[in-house]
């Protein structure tokens, strides 16, 4: 893992040499072989998952949450028994505010361990704990700790794509909704930023707010995949389309975009927007939130190859798909994948997290 402080200048040798390199890239499996090892299900068996699931929900006061990036099919029924369906944060919120005593949440580690930071009264369960995140995985808590330590004239802001003890770590945690106006802010005060890990998010922060940001270098796997010069090509096909793009896309792709946001924010562009067709480059689980909002317009998604390359991840994220009606059923009948974090831990991750809800509210 190198580091780069967004100016083009590698993070100097001594730096580089105390970050590990981790081989989990070659353990992870594709979304082609995690949706062909689910079990089918045919219509009348997928309902009668469902209405049980429904029951025991109302039984045991949990309530469902669920990303974006999820099948369709969850955030269904989460948006039908009153659960949400929401990015990390606003998921993690939604779990608090809740009178649930239980929260399940369908999405990925991190967003397992949010939820039970802002609601350590309740309990946190998940459908597969074994769901994580690239962005999580190449930002290990032993590597950045003492990289952090290393810098300690610089304010440490991580993305909340990433573990709770990364998060105790650091001074804030921020969405890529919020990210640049925390930044912003930040570099108004003077402060010099350790940003980790996505290193195209922060990248994009970089070239907006012209912050002094040394930058950890991870990716997320699913929005990596896509390229600008296919982009290019659908985008002969369909001139008259808007480009949207999710910040942790390659900056060439970014550079291309008409908007660049968070998935809410891309979410709400389809609908608030005057065009009629988009071109999308973020995880394609998002149409389902996308053709609710705007029935009308087109929506295409960006490649995520160049020519004669092919795709791990087709722009759906491996570990998103882990999530399974029978998993939420297996959590709900046997009490188990209960997430856990440690209280010492928890406190520090829950100060960072705090301190970006409340520079939400203070500039709404
Ligand atoms: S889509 Fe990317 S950032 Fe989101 S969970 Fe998957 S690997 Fe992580």
Redesign the pocket.
């Known amino acids: 893992m190198k580091t780069d402080n967004g100016k083009g200048r590698s993070a100097p040798k001594s730096i580089m040499s105390t970050l590990s390199t981790s081989d989990w890239e070659n353990t992870v499996p594709t979304t082609q072989e995690i949706e062909h090892q689910k079990p089918q299900l045919d219509e009348q068996q997928q309902n009668k998952l469902i209405k049980r699931i429904k029951q025991l929900l109302v039984e045991q006061n949990a309530v469902l949450v669920a ?1 974006y ?1 999820t099948d369709p099919v969850l955030q269904q029924l989460a948006d039908e028994t009153g659960g949400c369906v929401a990015d990390s944060l606003e998921m993690a919120r939604f779990g608090k505010a809740s009178p649930a005593d239980k929260i399940i949440v369908a ?2 580690r ?1 967003m397992g361990e949010t939820a039970k930071i802002l609601s350590p009264e309740k309990k946190v369960f998940m459908p597969e704990l074994e769901a ?5 995985l190449g930002c290990p808590a032993e590597d950045f700790i003492p990289f952090c330590d290393d810098h300690p004239d610089r304010v440490v802001v991580v993305y909340a ?1 990433t573990s709770a003890r990364v998060k105790a770590r650091a001074d804030w945690v921020v969405t890529s909704g919020i990210a640049s106006e925390v930044i912003k802010h930040l570099a108004s005060e003077g402060k010099k930023i350790l940003w980790a890990p ?1 290193r195209h998010l922060g990248k994009y922060i970089q070239s907006i707010t012209h912050a002094d940001m040394l930058l950890w270098q991870g990716s ?4 990596d995949e896509f390229k600008a010069d296919t982009l290019l090509t659908l985008k002969e096909k369909h001139p008259d389309a808007r480009i949207l793009v999710h910040p ?1 896309s390659p900056y060439t792709v970014v550079e291309m975009a008409d908007l660049v946001g968070s998935t809410t924010q891309l979410i709400h562009a389809v609908k608030s927007m005057p065009d009629q067709t988009f071109i999308v480059a973020t ?1 394609n689980r998002i149409f389902y939130k996308m053709q609710q909002a705007a029935p009308d317009k087109t929506l295409i998604e960006a490649p995520t190859g160049g020519v004669g390359a092919t795709c791990t ?1 087709c722009a759906h ?4 798909a882990m999530n399974t009606l029978q998993g939420i059923l297996k959590v709900l009948e046997q009490n188990i994948n209960e997430v856990h974090v440690e209280e010492s831990v928890r406190i520090k991750a829950f100060e960072s997290t705090q301190r970006l809800l409340d520079f939400a509210a203070a500039t709404k």
């Not at 994220?317 to 998103?320: A, I, L, V, Y």
């Open positions: 990303h990036y999405g990925v991190f994580t995140c690239s962005l999580d794509n996505d997320c796997i699913v929005h942790e995880d991840m994220c491996s570990w998103m």
